[in-house]
């Protein structure tokens, strides 16, 4: 496409759009002050269509008369200097207030006076607040005589209660199966009382006969007794030797089941016992809290690419690449990377192979006219 740079204007005559336009050619109509542009191509430089750009011919002119179709969205409400008179006029808010002066607001209160037939309706209802005597309530002092008194209530029939918990002692009632229950404690038969200390004296009668007892009245004692102090094998203890067989022994033992053991603090190292807490706190130190899938020193090897030289690799591949400092000065060959950027013959231009000299552009063309 030519680098022509094309204008057309109309001082006087028919308002509108010119019948023809060059392709990007813009079109200034004095007349009704509208801005044209060719639009399209028809594959001669030819506009396909004509399209009015500004102005008050194809915009909403800010004074006078005009008419406006289609929907129209506007981000503030339009404002009228007079009051509406047609029904698709626009009403201004003071009209508005003014026609709602003399209406009650959607919210508001009257006295009863001002409700028709209000106050004969009320005066036949009880008030919200108000008492009746007992004799007021039909049946109410029957179902009140049937009831029983709080203070020192004189029951009948077969009353009953909630069973108290046994060993209670409050003032709560005690039922049948609560004296029972209680009662149940103590001893009966030989064990009662008067049985086992008929002297009153606060002694087992058979503790008092025990009391008296001469050596020569026990039986089956023992001919000797063993010294207050004294020794026995492992052998003559019961259970003895099966309790320490069961026991773990100081010298490489051979523990079963789940042993457990203090968890040393992070970071011990001596021959204490390192628990499983020690050893999972000392794996989540070495990750560092990694994320899940740089945890493990497979993982990481992974990301590596499995390469135990990743670091020459690394440099090796940053080798072939461009200085950032160079500022492309290193390219190897520039007309390669010129065709695959797609820059034209424009891109090779020294700064000053275009010269622009009082308004006129070299290579470039000016067309004007009017229509």
């Known amino acids: 496409m030519a680098n022509t740079i094309q204008f057309k204007r109309r001082q006087?005559?028919?308002?509108?759009?010119?019948?023809?336009?060059?392709?990007?050619?813009?079109?200034?109509?004095?007349v009704d002050d509208t801005l044209y542009i060719g639009k399209g191509d028809d594959g001669s430089g030819n506009a396909t269509a004509i399209v009015p750009l500004a102005g008050v011919g194809g915009f909403v002119a800010r004074v006078g008369s005009q008419t406006?179709?289609?929907?129209?969205?506007?981000?503030?409400?339009?404002?009228?200097s007079q009051d509406a008179s047609a029904s698709?006029?626009?009403?201004?808010?003071?009209?508005?207030?003014a026609g709602l002066a003399g209406k009650a607001a959607a919210t508001h209160a009257h006295a009863i006076l001002e409700v028709s037939g209000l106050q004969a309706a009320l005066?036949?209802?009880?008030?919200?607040?108000?008492?009746?005597?007992?004799?007021?309530?039909?049946?109410?002092?029957?179902?009140l005589s049937a009831k029983a008194p709080l203070t020192s209530p004189a029951l009948t029939g077969t009353p009953t209660a909630p069973t108290a918990t046994g060993g209670t002692n409050t003032t709560q009632l005690a039922t049948t199966a609560f004296v029972q229950t209680a009662?149940?404690?103590?001893?009966?038969?030989?064990m009662l009382k008067s049985a086992y200390d008929s002297d009153n004296d606060g002694k087992v009668d058979a503790a008092e006969a025990?009391?008296?007892?001469?050596?020569?009245?026990?039986?089956?004692k023992p001919a000797t007794f063993a010294p207050a102090s004294h020794s026995h094998a492992i052998s003559q203890i019961t259970g003895l030797q099966?309790?320490?067989?069961?026991?773990?022994?100081?010298?490489?033992?051979?523990?079963?089941?789940a042993p457990s053991a203090p968890t040393a603090s992070s970071g011990t190292n001596t021959t204490q016992i390192a628990s499983t807490a020690f050893v999972q706190a000392a794996i989540a130190a070495l990750i560092d809290a990694a994320p899940g899938a740089l945890n493990t020193l497979n993982e990481l090897a992974a990301a590596l690419g499995d390469d135990p030289n990743f670091a020459s690799t690394v440099t090796n591949g940053l080798a072939g690449k461009l200085a950032a400092g160079s500022n492309l000065s290193?390219?190897?060959?520039?007309?390669?990377?010129?065709?695959?950027?797609?820059?034209?013959?424009?891109?090779?231009?020294?700064?000053?192979?275009?010269?622009?000299?009082?308004?006129?552009?070299?290579?470039?063309?000016?067309?004007g006219g009017t229509f």
């Open 12 to 30: 006087a005559g028919n308002a509108g759009a010119p019948a023809a336009l060059k392709s990007g050619e813009v079109a200034h109509n004095e």
């Open 68 to 80: 406006i179709s289609g929907a129209k969205t506007f981000s503030l409400v339009p404002k009228s």
């Open 88 to 97: 698709t006029d626009l009403v201004r808010k003071s009209q508005f207030d």
């Open 123 to 143: 005066d036949g209802k009880a008030a919200d607040g108000h008492g009746h005597g007992i004799a007021d309530v039909s049946g109410l002092q029957s179902a």
């Open 183 to 190: 009662l149940a404690g103590f001893g009966a038969g030989d």
């Open 210 to 220: 025990a009391d008296n007892v001469p050596w020569a009245g026990v039986t089956g």
């Open 242 to 257: 099966a309790a320490i067989d069961s026991k773990a022994g100081l010298n490489s033992p051979a523990l079963t089941g």
């Open 330 to 367: 290193d390219l190897p060959n520039k007309s390669t990377a010129r065709s695959n950027l797609g820059l034209g013959s424009l891109a090779t231009q020294a700064a000053n192979a275009v010269a622009i000299t009082g308004g006129s552009i070299t290579g470039v063309s000016l067309d």
